[in-house]
């Protein structure tokens, strides 16, 4: 799939994440958390691995965490993906 525009999904509410996605030549994922420390990791592979599911690349994602569990994060990411892609 090619991101054709930007699109954003999901909330900065407790639990929730804020993902929003561009355009891009290659994919980068930059990711703001309190818990960065600890989950970034966790975080950018649930995203890399949903990004793969779908096949897209060439991508900017910028993920705000407010300490979402992998479902969440999963189901924002592809919320985005479809968004940004026209369906």
Do not use: Q, Y
Request: with cysteine; proline share 1%.
């Amino acid at each position: 799939m090619k991101i054709l525009r930007n699109a954003t999904a999901g909330t900065l509410e407790s639990s929730d994440i804020m993902i929003s996605l561009s355009p891009a030549d290659t994919t980068i994922i930059d990711i703001e958390s309190a818990a960065g420390a600890i989950f970034g990791d966790a975080i950018r592979c649930c995203i890399t691995e949903k990004l793969g599911e779908m096949g897209v690349k060439g991508v900017k994602v910028f993920a705000k965490d407010k300490g979402a569990r992998d479902c969440v994060i999963s189901a924002r990411v592809e919320a985005a993906v479809l968004r940004a892609t026209g369906g």
